[in-house]
Each structure stands twice: as structure tokens, then as C-alpha cells.
């Protein structure tokens, strides 16, 4: 028995829950930087409630709106010179993952210098700028977590910040600006805390809180499965109510307490280079490996499998292959050059190190191979 | 959906845990309380643990041991004032419930001057020392709380401080320390736990999170029950393993994350009575009411008891009750005007105004009274 428990993020779940507890904000700092992308934000309602809930306790704010998908180092950066400049002394990030990943790294940037052949060195002192998050997808759980996974052009891939500084404050789940989502992202997304949930029960940090909660993420996220099947069916994507949005908000939240706790394994590993080199949104990218990686640790290890599949009502991980090719529709084109490519690059992760279960690359090309297959 | 997550204790979980973990002292403090009973701390170990941890970090430490079960308002006091006299900057309770929950008052009271009729009032600044905890029993959850409960002799009867600030700053599990636990004190903590566990599901207050974690923490309790049974049959308390007190200690941990979240309810209500005037051990209080208590949901919410009853495998709150039976033995004596007397005291408590099902007076007298028919 070896094992560790964090999360010290405050989560405020409910409908409204920013407008009603705008004093919580007070505790945060007198000038608050919103950081988010160019759009969502605004036409889901988050950012007008974040400002909202600002003016109502009187704490004045810019907005950094310059957040793109899979932020860059350089974007980061760019957001904690603004803030530095305009003396800002907390984080409020909007959006999925990408805002909320900028602004950890811009909450850590602008409280401390760090030069960016150090950013993922965890080599730095203990100062950031207290956070408040407001997740408007459901699927990363960045909003309370330790991560921040940056675009790396140097190392080609994306690499994580991690460091128990960029555990946000507070937490904000309201799942009325997850509902407007495409049908694409909801699925996508839905995967990622998916990938998550299993991928932390595959991880050698699994301990008995993190399968608590990845049990539940995984049963909650099958529960709104049939109406992603039926909305793909039917073309009409009006099939999620509030109900089923807020099931997904909070199985995505689960699954980012989990991999607080245990990180990822071998699955997020393979997949950052599907994002990186070919742009393959990064819940999908997980979920093209996810089913591939499940049957590998059928074979080696059928009774951890087999808690993951139980959780899923299935009994073999082959079942959890069809499901996911029904969600995932038409796969990409990959080339064997691809291939040996991100195999290589994959299996030097500590991703790969941190999985029970630890693929050879020999291992992962098969995986790669199989999971483009059509 | 309407909810709250938040528990910001680190849980360091682990064999030497303690030692092996000493720097995380040096961020507590410069001096040391070590609050803790007159005995099991010293013969379980634990406290040479931590002091040995201390001295690898060159921290001086002093000890209040005169903790007794159930602590009182006067023990805290007094505490405190040794405290403060002291100049120790952090508090390292050691033990069972009473030292940890004396523990809190402790670090509240040295930190901060709060009259004793205001105590309960949640009323005062927000200054507390740093909080380590070792617990060695499994079953109070104290660890990872903001509740600290008192011994209230003008309101006779226990009475909790709830405050985040009570939430310890670091919790370290070593299921060793639980070895040598006789087996009545095995299942009234067991027990106790349990109760936490399946309250959680009961309160107003439960959701997808703090379910999750019940859920978890039942099944592992019940895994353990067949060795108690076995172990009240033969006479002999050496069936229980380290791994089961592990199972034990990690179960005990999850119900502590729960009510963390939700509170307790109806059960604790009308426990808290015997404990005070029947002086009967506070887990197995509540294992007498807990079956009684399930019957009523039974009988009102049929799924929410069903989805309890399903994570002990039992498919009617009877067979819970005829298990709590076998694993309690014979009843104590009650009187009907004491039956009068803890129904109406219980009836007031905010504990029953956090129940999903909510007993009146006279249910409250139906569930005492049959509790210990014989």
C-alpha cells in the first residue's frame, strides 16, 4: 500500500453557481485577468456571468481572448506579460482545455520569472496567482488538476507543466454552457474524461479514491452513450438535455480527480502525436487508442481489464472497440512512416512508464497500426 | 444539480509513511504539538514515528497527551493554553477520533481567542495553526474533516465545530498502527465508517463525487465482515491481516471524504445521545440506529436504500439489520423515559434538517425503541 490523495480545489457545481457566489472571487485578489479564447466564452454565456459576478463585487478586469486550440508556449507567454503589465493578481480562465491550460501556465508566469528552457522543469519557487476556473466543455478536467499540457515545437509533441501550484482555487461547474456544444465535441470531449477515468485505473498510481471515482465517471459517461449513438443516427444532436449535461460535467470532473492522482498512461502518450502532427482533436486521438491499449492489457492483465470493462456492463474489451468505432465514425489516414514515427516517440514518455501495464514499441506500433485500420 | 466538492487535505497513505515523509514537517511549522491519548499512541508506535520523524528534521516537539475519549470543551482549553504558553506553531494529533478532534480545537484555540460561548458559533477569524494527523483507528474519518466534535455538557450532549479551517494540512495513513486493535474497537470503527459511508448517500447534501467514494468505501468495509464474524465465533482477533486493516483504514478514509462533503444524519443524530448519557462507544451507537434507520428509508425512498443496499449486496435493509445484530451482540438496557428523552433532543438536531428523509419525534422513539428490542 503506497499512495498519495490531493485536490484541494474548491468545486462549486450548480446552476448559476458564478453570479451566486460572486464574493468568493473577493478571496481571490483585487484585479482579475479572464483568460479565454476568441469565441465560446462569449456565445455560452460563461464570460458575461464571469463579468457579471466581477462587477457585483466591484473587482475590476481585463480580458486575454487570444487562447488558441492546444495553446502555444509562446501564447502563454504572451498572456503573462499582459498580465504583469496591467498588475492583475488573480486568473479567471473560460473555456475546455485550452484556456484553462494557458491559464495555470500564465497564473505560474506571472507571478514568477521563468525562462522557457525551464517551463517544464518544475524547477522554479512557489509563487502563481491564485485561480478561478469555469470548464464550458466536459471532457479535459483541467479544471481541477495539477496540469498544464502546452503545445512543445521543441519536443514536438505536447508536454505537461505540473506542479501542485496550478490546482486552481475554485472550480465553477455550470452545465448550461456545455449545452450548445456540437455533436462532434460533446462526443470528443466525452471520450477524453472517458480516457481519463480508464487510463487511471490503468495507471500504477491507481489507488482505492481515484477507482472510486473512475468507476463512477465510466458508468456515468455509458449512461449518456446511447443518446450520442442515437444523435449520430438521427443527425440531430438535440437529444442531450441539461440532465445529461450535467452528468457529463461531472463524470468529466471525476475523471480529472483521478488523474490528479494517478496522471495518464500509454494511451494520452500515443496520442499527443496524433494531435501534434495531424491535428486529430485530442479527445478523439485518445479515443482512436483507447480500445486497442484495452485489449493489450486484456491479454496481460484480464482481471484489471475486466474491472474496467465491468464498470462498462461489457465483457470483453473487443465490445468497447465496436463502441468506440460507432462514436469515432471514419478514421484517418496514417502512414507507416507516421507510424514508426510516434511509436518512437511515444515509447520514451513517462506516460508509458506510469502504465501497469507498459507497451514495448514494438507494442505500440501494432496499437497504432490496428487503431487506424479500416 | 447543486453541490459542493472540496477537501484540501494531502493524504500521504503507506508503510513508514511518517518517516519517510519527514520534510513534509518543515513546511508546518518550527515547533511541534503532539496532542494524543495516555496510551495506544505509544504502544502502537506511532508516536515514536513521529518523533523520530521530527528529530531527522531538527524540529522540537512537546506532548499534551491527556486526551480522553469523547474530549471535552475544558481538554481543549487546555490544550491550548499549553499551547500558547509553548509557542508551537503546528499541531500533530495522534490517534482515534478524540485526539484528532481535540486536535482541531487545539490548533483553532492556540491560533485565535475565541470565548467558549462562542465556540460552536462558527463565528471568529480565520487563523489556525497548520495540522498534521495520524489516525490509528479506521473508522472516525477525522483526518480528512472540518468537524471537530466536542463533548457539549450544557447541551449535554456532542456537539460539532465545523469550519474549513479544521481541515488538517497533511494526513498520514499507516495501516500498522491499526494492528493491534482489540476486535470490539475493530467493528465499532468499522462501523462507524459504515455509518459515514451510507449517511453520505442519505444526506440532503450527497452527490455524484461524494457517492462514488460510499459506494467504494462500503463495499471494502463489507469485504471485511466475514473476518469479524469469523473472529467474534472463534474467540481469536487474529484473523484480520495487514492488508485487511489497510482495506479497513483506506474504507474508513472515503466515508471521512464523504461526510467531508455531506454531513451526517439521522443516525449520528440519535447516537450522539447514547454516547453522552449511556456512554456507549460512538461506532457502535450508531450501528445499533443504522439498521432501524435504513428500514425507514426503505420504506420511504426505496431506491436511494436499494442503491445502499446493492453496494453491501444485500437486497432488503432486514438482512443489514440481522448482520449489525450479529456483529454488535447484546443490546444495552434503555428505559422509555430515556427513549423520550434522546428522541426529543435528537428531533432538534441539524443533522435530522440534513436527512433526505427526515424522521419526526415519534419516528425517531419507534427506531430507538427497536433498536434495542431483544
Given at each position: 500500500m503506497k499512495n498519495k490523495y490531493y485536490m484541494p480545489t474548491r468545486v462549486i457545481i450548480g446552476d448559476d453557481c458564478i453570479t451566486k457566489n460572486s464574493e468568493l472571487f473577493l478571496a481571490l485578489g483585487k484585479k482579475a485577468l479572464l483568460v479565454t479564447g476568441a469565441q465560446s466564452a462569449k456565445r455560452n454565456g460563461s464570460e458575461k456571468d464571469v463579468k457579471t459576478a466581477l462587477e457585483a463585487v466591484d473587482i475590476p478586469y481585463l480580458v486575454f481572448d487570444k487562447v488558441m486550440s492546444n495553446p502555444t508556449i509562446a501564447c502563454v507567454y504572451e498572456g503573462a506579460a499582459f498580465a504583469k503589465e496591467n498588475g492583475v493578481d488573480f486568473i479567471i480562465a473560460i473555456g475546455g482545455g485550452s484556456p484553462m491550460d494557458a491559464g495555470k501556465a500564465i497564473a505560474l508566469l506571472a507571478a514568477q520569472d521563468i525562462e522557457e528552457g525551464n517551463l517544464f522543469s518544475g524547477n522554479y519557487g512557489n509563487k502563481v496567482l491564485p485561480m478561478a476556473f469555469v470548464p464550458t466543455?466536459?471532457?479535459?478536467?483541467?479544471?481541477?488538476?495539477?496540469?498544464?499540457?502546452?503545445?512543445?515545437?521543441?519536443?514536438?509533441?505536447k508536454t505537461s507543466i505540473a506542479s501542485d501550484l496550478l490546482f486552481p482555487t475554485v472550480t465553477?461547474?455550470?452545465?448550461?454552457?456545455?449545452?450548445?456544444?456540437?455533436?462532434?465535441?460533446?462526443?470528443?470531449?466525452?471520450?477524453?474524461?472517458?480516457?481519463?477515468?480508464?487510463?487511471?485505473?490503468?495507471?500504477?498510481?491507481?489507488?482505492?479514491?481515484?477507482?472510486?471515482?473512475?468507476?463512477?465517471?465510466?458508468?456515468?459517461?455509458?449512461?449518456?452513450?446511447?443518446?450520442?449513438?442515437?444523435?449520430?443516427?438521427?443527425?440531430?444532436?438535440?437529444?442531450?438535455?441539461?440532465?445529461?449535461?450535467?452528468?457529463?460535467?461531472?463524470?468529466?470532473?471525476?475523471?480529472?480527480?483521478?488523474?490528479?492522482?494517478t496522471g495518464t498512461t500509454a494511451v494520452h502518450a500515443m496520442g499527443y502525436s496524433l494531435t501534434y502532427f495531424k491535428h486529430i482533436d485530442h479527445g478523439r486521438a485518445n479515443g482512436l487508442l483507447l480500445g486497442e491499449?484495452?485489449?493489450?492489457?486484456?491479454?496481460?492483465?484480464?482481471?484489471?481489464?475486466?474491472?474496467?470493462?465491468a464498470a462498462m456492463n461489457f465483457s470483453e474489451a473487443e465490445q468497447f472497440q465496436v463502441l468506440l468505432s460507432q462514436l469515432?465514425?471514419?478514421?484517418?489516414?496514417?502512414?507507416?512512416?507516421?507510424?514508426?514515427?510516434?511509436?518512437?516517440?511515444?515509447?520514451?514518455?513517462?506516460?508509458?512508464?506510469?502504465?501497469?501495464?507498459?507497451?514495448?514499441?514494438?507494442?505500440i506500433k501494432t496499437m497504432l497500426t490496428l487503431s487506424f485500420a479500416k
Open positions: 466543455t466536459a471532457g479535459t478536467g483541467s479544471e481541477v488538476t495539477q496540469y498544464s499540457i502546452l503545445t512543445n515545437d521543441k519536443a514536438q509533441t465553477f461547474l455550470d452545465a448550461k454552457y456545455t449545452e450548445h456544444l456540437g455533436l462532434s465535441t460533446t462526443i470528443n470531449t466525452a471520450i477524453d474524461a472517458l480516457s481519463h477515468a480508464v487510463e487511471g485505473m490503468l495507471s500504477v498510481k491507481a489507488s482505492s479514491v481515484s477507482n472510486a471515482l473512475a468507476v463512477a465517471s465510466i458508468r456515468m459517461i455509458m449512461n449518456c452513450v446511447p443518446n450520442m449513438l442515437q444523435a449520430l443516427q438521427s443527425g440531430s444532436e438535440r437529444v442531450f438535455n441539461l440532465k445529461q449535461r450535467e452528468q457529463l460535467l461531472q463524470a468529466s470532473l471525476m475523471a480529472g480527480m483521478v488523474i490528479a492522482q491499449y484495452l485489449k493489450l492489457v486484456e491479454k496481460v492483465e484480464p482481471d484489471l481489464a475486466g474491472r474496467i470493462l469515432l465514425g471514419e478514421k484517418e489516414e496514417i502512414s507507416s512512416a507516421e507510424i514508426e514515427q510516434y511509436s518512437k516517440q511515444a515509447s520514451q514518455t513517462k506516460n508509458i512508464a506510469n502504465s501497469v501495464v507498459k507497451p514495448t514499441e514494438e507494442d
